[in-house]
């Protein structure tokens, strides 16, 4: 009786079964009903297991969004070193996490807009280095850790509680480049020991302004210098700022660091040379470029340094426990070619203390 229950029960047609005797029909019926309901218990068995398979996907990749006043292109190397430092802690960018760049193109009023953006995305952490950049991802956002790379001093400037113990969401890297302009005037003296009086070029729209221009005449009264200011934030300001050379030349340049300076490097030496001025500027990519001389931070090394905190605290570290580091890597860096062109000759005592000499 079962197995005519089972023949009355299947659908559909199949001649193969027809031609078999009864007895052996009812045995494969038999068996094709056991295997359709071992199968029927194998899919609960998978559809108990599906809450625990959605659970065990991965997490999303963190972000990180990179907030810069100047260009892309100027901070290339720069780049590099920031993305070695996440490499040391275990970061690649598109394996494990993932870079928002924003650069304002040496537009700082575009700051504000490009820090909103990366606040609406929710970044997991702004890495915001130089210039205006750091400030305004402070305005921006309570909530997302942020790690800056300023070259005057964090606490006068706002930017955390003290340097030991930052506070809020904020701390990063102080490259020193403004503490180093007594130094800097130094080494251009004896570069050009005939110099008397120093052009200054500035970008007033730097929060370390009105810091770094105390600071530059307090160190040229110590050694007998005058300071002629000069104020420049676009490219065609640097043009105007030399031209008054004509009327009212100075012996030697002395260029600010800045982000704006910075990503018109070529620009700067370029006018540097044509005015035939003894300079002297903030860092190696200058020199690199024709101008005369820089003394200053590695900031590849500060950057690597940025990229080594942004990692730590995507494993969970806070900024306010992360102290401020201060950067260690400082160098001379002297263009031998520059030199020959403006006709002078490089004293022994520098080439000796050089940290590079481009020929």
Request: net charge positive.
């Amino acid at each position: 009786m079962r197995c005519e229950r089972l023949l009355l029960t299947q659908s559909g047609h199949n001649p193969l079964s027809e031609c078999l005797p009864k007895s052996l029909r009812c045995l494969v019926l038999s068996l094709g009903a056991v295997m359709r309901r071992r199968e029927f218990i194998t899919l609960l068995g998978g559809v108990a297991t599906w809450p625990f398979v959605a659970r065990a996907q991965p997490s999303p990749m963190p972000v990180i969004g990179f907030l810069h006043p100047g260009t892309r292109d100027a901070n290339l190397d720069r780049l590099r070193a920031f993305h070695r430092g996440l490499k040391e802690v275990g970061y690649a960018e598109d394996d494990n996490v993932a870079i928002v760049y924003r650069f304002a193109d040496g537009q700082a009023d575009r700051l504000s807009e490009l820090a909103a953006d990366l606040e609406r995305r929710r970044v997991t952490v702004i890495v915001a280095p130089t210039g205006r950049a750091p400030l305004v991802a402070k305005a921006t956002t309570k909530t997302i850790p942020v790690i800056f790379a300023v070259n005057e001093d964090p606490v006068g400037g706002g930017l955390v509680a003290s340097l030991a113990r930052p506070g809020g969401n904020l701390t990063g890297v102080n490259f020193f480049n403004a503490e180093l302009a007594a130094k800097r005037l130094e080494l251009l003296r004896q570069l050009a020991p005939a110099t008397a009086r120093v052009a200054v070029l500035l970008n007033p729209s730097n929060p370390a302004y009105e810091t770094t221009q105390k600071e530059l005449e307090a160190a040229a009264r110590e050694i007998g210098l005058q300071i002629q200011l000069l104020n420049a934030s676009t490219s065609r300001e640097i043009d105007a700022a030399f031209e008054t050379f004509v009327d009212k030349r100075p012996d030697a340049l002395f260029v600010v660091g800045d982000a704006l300076f910075t990503s018109r490097r070529v620009q700067l030496a370029t006018l540097a040379a044509r005015y035939a001025i003894p300079a002297t500027f903030p860092t190696r990519e200058y020199a690199e470029a024709g101008g005369l001389m820089s003394y200053g931070s590695n900031l590849a090394d500060t950057y690597r340094q940025l990229g080594v905190y942004a990692g730590r605290i995507l494993k969970g570290a806070k900024p306010a426990d992360l102290p401020v580091m201060q950067a260690t890597k400082f160098e001379l860096v002297i263009n031998a070619q520059t030199a020959r062109i403006l006709g002078i000759t490089v004293p022994a005592t520098l080439i000796s203390r050089a940290d590079e000499v481009i020929e």
